[in-house]
């Protein structure tokens, strides 16, 4: 099992930046996949962005181009850079991790940060 923790998030005016940790504990070997995802008030929680064991990183559209995923090489802390934040960036902001296969994993989940972002 993987513990995650994380930090960083708060209030910020549009246009501003924020960025988030995540520290990571446990079996830290078996993970081959770390992810933000974030959920808005009355909405489903949403992939925002991954980053695989390769390297290779996804983004969702709506923050592609404002938001940068990264990791530390032992994968001890995970980050997300946000840049140029939008009052819909709003959300609790939860980093997960995926341990098993792609086809056969457990994920787990931090606590979630609090990200608001005013007009």
């Known amino acids: 099992q993987v513990q995650l923790v994380e930090s960083g998030g708060g209030l910020v005016q549009a246009g501003g930046s924020l960025r988030l940790s995540c520290a990571i504990s446990?079996?830290?070997?078996?993970?081959?996949?770390m992810g933000w995802y974030r959920q808005a008030p009355g909405k489903q929680r949403e992939l925002v962005a991954l980053?695989?064991?390769?390297?290779?990183?996804k983004y969702i559209d709506s923050v592609r181009g404002r938001f940068t995923i990264s990791r530390d090489n032992a994968w001890t802390t995970l980050y997300l850079q946000m840049n140029s934040l939008k009052p819909d960036d709003t959300a609790v902001y939860y980093c997960s991790a995926d341990s098993g296969s792609d086809t056969d994993y457990v994920r787990d989940w931090g606590q979630g940060t609090q990200v608001t972002v005013s007009s």
């Open positions: 446990g079996s830290i070997l078996d993970i081959n996949v």
């Open positions: 980053i695989r064991g390769d390297g290779s990183i």
